[in-house]
Nanobody, 129 residues
Framework: QVQLVESGGGLVQPGGSLRLSCTGSGSTFDYYAIAWFRQAPGKEREGVVCITLTGLHGGYTETADSVKGRFTISRDNAKNTVYLQMNNLKPEDTAVYYC???????????????????WGQGTQVTVSS
């Protein structure tokens, strides 16, 4: 049973940067895709960026319009880790950030939360001066 663990959240000023990590512990990091979602108080979980890990679409990424040009996703297979690099952070980026793993869909999407069947516990990101 793989467990996903997020880390790297914290308090940052507007315009600052953070890098979040999503690490798989236990057995092989054996998902088709990993996605980062976020959820602010009183709002629905929102897809941010995702990456397809295997198969013909391996390496394919998708980014929500709200973070395009500011957030990027990358992976380190040797460390069973997917990273979310967040630059030029804005107060509206404040949320709990979750990584989700999909073992049911061959290609990632930031628009379909139900495709992800394993989730981490989340890490808080607060953007404030």
């Amino acid at each position: 049973q793989v467990q996903l663990v997020e880390s790297g959240g914290g308090l940052v000023q507007p315009g600052g940067s953070l890098r979040l990590s999503c690490t798989g512990s236990g057995s092989t990091f054996d998902y088709y895709a990993i996605a980062w979602f976020r959820q602010a108080p009183g709002k629905e979980r929102e897809g941010v960026v995702c990456i397809t890990l295997t198969g013909l679409h391996g390496g394919y990424t998708e980014t929500a319009d709200s973070v395009k040009g500011r957030f990027t996703i990358s992976r380190d297979n040797a460390k069973n880790t997917v990273y979310l690099q967040m630059n030029n952070l804005k107060p509206e980026d404040t949320a709990v950030y979750y990584c989700g793993g999909s073992s049911i869909q061959a290609m990632c999407s930031v628009n379909t939360v139900r495709w992800y069947d394993d989730w981490g516990q989340g890490t808080q990101v607060t953007v404030s001066s």
